[in-house]
């Protein structure tokens, strides 16, 4: 005696071993034993054997029409025996019997389940809801169908084209225009991102990868609303200073300028002058609400998305010739020991006389250029010649600053790779096309110029940070508990520490201009400079307020897109730089191992990090000759095949601090978001006979 089951959604057949009350042992055709419920066992038959029932009873299913059984269902429940009886004779046979128990089970949008080979049919409205989703589902397919046989054949359907960058890095993995990109890839066998360029749907690298930053933090476009520029206050005292900046020829957002007072004196002042656009953007207002939502300018070779509105900018950047709202610190140093005796933050209006510019003065302003008097360069700007002394001495107190600072840290800061700066020709801060001619010059960190920026900016930051702390105004602070490995920079609102810098408290308080927590943190200060001991009731933010914890979120998020996608464009560029100058071959140094096998090198003239094959067991730090391999600008990949080893012994790995947060962003090929491995959808939700 046979017997037909189901055991888990499927229907087994089998020979019964032996039959109790609830339950029977039956072996499979495979050998197999089960322990069967009664309740489980459908039909108990002699001939034929159990799987020709099985296979003849799935054919005679598929000849049975769903809309006629429906009909001939009574309304009441029913079995699938009297159904069989109904539809095809009052003397059904067994094999027309399994028949209708599979077609009933394999259709639950016609018959509802009601128990072990019950069932009852399902209202006329619910199986035309039914039967349209299934038709609107096999119209889906088709069209996932059409769409893959037009990628295949290198065509972008219209609808994929629109959705390229949701597909490829934020997918609704049900959505057909994903799956037809899933499906033409396995069908050609590419992977997606050359299928999809091959199919024309991405036209130009540059273009795909700006869009692609746009879709991820700008879907609604760059541009600003319409608003109005808040002026400054008209009761600002006028500081007797004169004022100059340090920056690249490329910043429009001034934030930074210094002053020095009292030279040969012996006591001498030197201001630190902040551009101020908290005095007159107040928290909540529309201006406000639009630096928020953007929380920093987004920088990129050739072009940038500023934080704040061109107009806003042009009132409170730091431009010379004018005299400019700010928030000043003056620092009085003794001019012998250079030892800082007293700061005062005051509010006012600064004169700014001269924007110097790092790229056209780095060559003149060197150690010895500032060391002695005598030496004359070629060509040297009168106003430059005019700020001589000052920068001097602030050269020579920067030094001291430093060598304080590295007391605290333990050890010394260590810049040993350059900065490196991008030039897109005749681009004149236009959006990119793509296509320009690059050109990439080496800056030395710790010039000059730049250590009178970085520590006037380390002292303005750390004094205002205790001085919000000392007044009980909560502000937004950076800190790092030690310089073990691992040890990350974090964001909060309490004043500690920061190791890396060697100072009590760090607050960004510097660029309100450019980034968010910098106008938060201003908001804060000028509260404590305008109320003194009661600034705690009077600043926007109050302790543990939870806005400050959204804010650090939000900026901490938005930053680290933003320094992603700049150092995306670096590499970008940097691509472009080796095929304009068809440059086949780097020297590099061997920093860390990389995947399969291959070591990840960082090139010595460019801003390049990539795998090199062949390099095994080299030590870090290894110097070595690489022949490059083909570039990808869409994926932004290149690797190399090592050639030579160009030194004999291995020097230590140098201590490199690589800024601020002593980390550093390497970009490296992107990621997508499409699985290949991901299984198509069943046709439908019923289990199988």
């Given amino acids: 005696m046979h017997a037909l089951f189901e055991e888990a959604g499927k229907f087994l057949a089998g020979r019964i071993l032996s039959e109790a009350d609830t339950s029977a042992q039956i072996e499979l055709d495979s050998g197999k034993r089960v322990k069967v419920k009664a309740a489980n066992i459908l039909l108990k038959f002699e001939k034929p054997a159990p799987a020709e029932l099985i296979a003849q009873g799935q054919a005679k299913a598929d000849e049975i029409e769903l809309d006629l059984a429906w009909e001939f269902a009574p309304e009441e429940e029913f079995g699938f025996a009297d159904l069989a009886r109904d539809y095809f004779s009052a003397s059904a046979t067994l094999i027309e019997q399994a028949a209708a128990l599979f077609r009933l089970y394999e259709a639950p949008h016609y018959f509802r389940r009601a128990g072990k080979g019950r069932f009852k049919k399902a209202p006329a409205e619910i199986v035309q809801q039914a039967l349209a989703a299934i ?311 710790g010039a000059p110029l730049d250590l009178i920026v970085a520590e006037a900016a380390i002292v303005a930051n750390s004094t205002w940070g205790l001085m919000l702390a000392e007044h009980g105004v909560p502000g937004i602070y950076r800190s790092q508990a030690s310089l073990a490995p691992g040890v990350k920079v974090r964001m909060s609102t309490k004043a500690l520490p920061h190791a890396g810098i060697g100072v009590k408290a760090y607050s960004w308080a510097t660029s309100p201009l450019r980034r968010y927590v910098d106008l938060v943190n201003q908001w804060q200060i000028i509260a404590c400079a305008r109320h003194g001991k009661t600034a705690a009731l009077a600043a926007p933010f109050k302790p543990k307020d939870a806005e400050l914890f959204g804010i650090i979120s939000s900026f901490d998020g938005a930053y680290s897109a933003y320094n992603g996608y700049q150092a995306g464009m670096e590499r970008f560029w940097t691509l472009k730089y080796l095929e304009q100058n068809g440059i086949t071959e780097l020297t590099a140094s061997v920093f860390k191992e990389g995947p399969n096998g291959s070591f990840l090198v960082r090139a010595d003239n460019l801003p390049l990090v990539l795998p090199v094959l062949g390099a095994q067991n080299l030590p870090r730090g290894a110097h070595v000759r690489i022949k490059l391999g083909e570039i990808d600008e869409i994926s932004l990949d290149i690797s190399g095949t090592l050639i030579e080893r160009l030194d004999t012994e291995t020097p230590a790995p140098a201590d490199d601090d690589a800024g601020e947060d002593d980390e550093e962003t390497v970009a490296g090929p992107i990621a997508i978001a499409v699985d290949m491995n991901d299984a198509d959808a069943p046709a439908a939700d019923a289990p199988k006979a």
């Fill in 135 to 445: 038709e609107k589902k096999k119209q889906i397919q088709a069209q996932i169908d059409a769409w893959a046989q037009d990628l295949g054949r290198g065509e972008c359907p219209q609808a994929i084209r629109e959705q390229l960058y949701k597909i490829l890095f934020k997918p609704d993995k049900n959505a057909p225009e994903y799956k037809a990109v899933v499906e033409a890839s396995r069908a050609t066998k590419m992977a997606p991102l050359d299928l999809l360029h091959r199919a024309g749907a991405i036209d130009s690298a540059y273009q795909f990868h700006w869009k692609r930053f746009l879709f991820d933090n700008f879907p609604k476009g760059t541009q600003f609303p319409s608003v109005t520029a808040p002026l400054p206050p008209d009761d600002l005292p006028l500081a007797e200073v004169q004022a100059f900046s340090i920056d690249d020829s490329a910043t429009t957002e001034i934030d930074d300028a210094l002053s020095v007072r009292g030279l040969g004196s012996g006591t001498v002042t030197v201001g630190i002058h902040i551009a101020a656009p908290g005095l007159a953007i107040t928290p909540g207002g529309e201006l406000d609400k639009l630096g928020r939502a953007r929380l920093s300018t987004v920088y990129m070779p050739g072009y940038k998305i500023t934080m704040l509105p061109d107009e806003v900018v042009h009132i409170y950047t730091l431009d010379e010739g004018r005299a400019n709202p700010a928030v000043s610190l003056y620092v009085t140093i003794n001019e012998e020991t250079l030892e800082i005796t007293a700061t005062e933050t005051r509010l006012e209006r600064v004169p700014v006389e001269v924007n110097f510019r790092y790229d056209k003065l780095d060559h003149i302003v060197t150690e010895q250029w500032l060391a002695d008097p005598s030496i004359e360069v070629e060509n040297t700007p009168q106003p430059l010649l005019n700020k001589r002394q000052e920068l001097t001495f602030l050269q020579r107190w920067s030094k001291h600053l430093k060598a304080g600072r590295e007391v605290v840290r333990g050890k010394p800061e260590n810049f040993n790779r350059p900065d490196y700066n991008f030039r897109l020709i005749g681009n004149d801060g236009a959006e990119p096309k793509g296509d320009e001619q690059v050109q990439i010059t080496v800056r030395k960190r």
